[in-house]
């Protein structure tokens, strides 16, 4: 608690200028500006660590429980607006009764001097905390920033009494998901083995980094499988065999992960500091030692024996560096993979967006009036009033009830009473006869319509008064097989489909001049 003040100033200028979290917050993002501030923090002097500063009050508690183990960071209380004066006198010593009783001047000036301290540790606290906040809000998009409480709705600016732990942890449950990009080279790096030309502190810090990274991703790897993943990099270069017969028979309690980092770590030094780690053939060949001029069998034979011992650490080192080698490949790999797997379904979204596409409705072509000379006879009187249709006849003369003087279906106006929504019954005649073979026209066909109106009809063609159409045909015109959905815009998909849709006046494509019936 000999820590000096820190005031909020002083807090803001350590922590200086930190990352952002761009438009929206990833487990990236979210871990590089948490790294960030720690590594700051860190170089303030704290009460709780001399090692690691404050570091403690926003990096996560896992993580910190392996650089600090059994020593947690704790909030500390406020002391009070002022110097104790008075002291509780327990209920055994005062006769059963809870009492408190004034101090002495010695015991006021010993708890004034822990009042003092804790005051400023305190205020030190308070205001790096402050400070953190400060920048926390200005790194957060606001929108993203959300309370603890899950009852509350909306955003919100972080306070100086909010914890920035807390606000950290919320934002890696919310937003900080790992993509399965970064997820498989989190598992590719905890894989990697570890090459002695590198210090062996990063192989250590990798692995701590994996292990807090795994608990966001899940599975979780434990405190067992991070020692043995150090255990066997070690072992693996050939380097250390008597550290490692060392290692092997110590006590389980002894083979905690600091106990790893601190043993690993003097071997690692004394290799370096012997000068083993200064030769050819990436550190470890000793063929630059010195040997005395001795040609005795046995001088040789040892000689011998430590070139082989060279050549095989070397081999375990070379393998080690080209397992990284692969391990790496193999992730970039993956994620090369994963980004042309997404790319192929944006594609596939968007193809299947433009086929889905409303088809545009029917517009049928315009073309300029063929030119008709006047007649040289008198106009047609007007049509007569209309009549009730003359009930059909078996016989064999007359007009078509098909033809032009069917009122029924090329009248001026609609009938009376509209035909059901189904087909009516034609007897026996569930099959519609064949069509007849067209003929050879001497005089090719009108393409004038007499009707001014694109209109179609199943039953009645293209060639129908604006009243009509496959829906409002009327009953006796219908053929057996009528099909009430049928347009001049989809015709053609009926006759491709089977049906017999009627052809007549398809081929005529142009309007009649104005003043035409419609």
């Not at 209109?455 to 293209?462: D, E, L, P, R």
């Amino acid at each position: 608690m000999s820590a000096p003040l820190v005031t909020y100033d002083d807090a803001l200028q350590s922590l200086g200028d930190v990352p952002n979290l761009g438009d929206r917050p990833t487990a990236t993002n979210i871990r590089n500006l948490r790294e960030d501030m720690c590594d700051k923090l860190e170089a303030i002097p704290s009460h709780q660590s001399n090692d690691f500063g404050f570091r403690g009050m926003i990096e996560s508690t896992e993580k910190y429980d392996l650089m600090c183990p059994g020593k947690p960071w704790k909030v500390w209380p406020n002391p009070g607006n002022h110097r104790p004066v008075t002291v509780e006198v327990p209920a055994a010593v005062a006769g059963g009764l809870k009492t408190t009783r004034s101090l002495t001047r010695e015991e006021q000036a010993d708890a004034a001097v822990g009042y003092d301290a804790n005051r400023i540790v305190y205020e030190s606290e308070t205001n790096i905390r402050r400070a953190v906040n400060a920048k926390l809000n200005g790194a957060i998009p606001k929108r993203f920033k959300r309370s603890p409480d899950q009852s509350r709705i909306g955003s919100i600016n972080f306070k100086a009494s909010d914890c920035p732990r807390t606000i950290f942890d919320g934002l890696t449950a919310r937003y900080g998901r790992p993509t399965p990009a970064e997820k498989t080279a989190n598992e590719a790096l905890w894989s990697t083995g570890w090459n002695p030309q590198d210090p062996i502190e990063e192989l250590f810090e990798r692995l701590e980094e994996c292990y807090v990274v795994a608990l966001v991703t899940k599975p979780q790897y434990t405190k067992e499988q991070m020692i043995d993943k150090a255990v066997v990099a070690i072992q693996a270069t050939g380097l250390f065999e008597a550290a490692m017969e060392k290692w092997h028979a110590f006590d389980a309690i002894e083979q905690e992960w600091l106990d790893v980092k601190e043993h690993f770590g003097s071997a690692y030094d004394v290799w370096l500091t012997s000068g083993a780690g200064t030769g050819t053939s990436g550190g470890y060949h000793g063929a630059n030692m010195g040997y005395e001029d001795d040609d005795s069998v046995g001088t040789i034979g040892e000689k011998m024996t430590e070139m082989v011992n060279n050549v095989t650490r070397a081999h375990n080192a070379n393998s080690v560096v080209t397992s990284e080698g692969i391990a790496a490949l193999k992730a970039e790999g993956i994620q090369q993979r994963q980004e042309i797997a997404q790319l192929r379904m944006e594609m596939a979204n968007l193809l299947r967006q433009t086929q889905t596409q409303v088809a545009p409705a029917y517009v049928p072509p315009t073309y300029a009036p063929a030119y008709v000379p006047a007649p040289a006879y008198a106009p047609a009187p007007p049509a007569p009033a209309y009549a009730p249709a003359a009930p059909a006849t078996t016989g064999g003369g007359g007009r078509s009830r098909k033809g032009r003087g069917n009122r029924a279906a090329y009248g001026a106006a609609p009938p009376a009473v509209y035909p059901p929504l189904g087909p009516p019954s034609r007897g026996n005649r569930a099959i519609p006869p064949p069509a007849k073979p067209a003929g050879n026209r001497a005089n090719p066909a009108n393409p004038i319509k007499h009707f001014n109106n694109w209109n179609y009809c199943y039953s009645c063609g293209g060639d129908v008064p604006a009243w009509h159409s496959s829906t409002t045909c009327p009953a006796e015109c219908r053929k057996s097989h009528h099909q009430i959905g049928c347009d001049r815009a989809n015709y053609q998909q009926y006759l491709d489909l089977g049906h017999w849709a009627s052809k007549k006046a398809m081929k005529k494509t142009q309007l009649p001049p104005a003043g035409a019936p419609a």
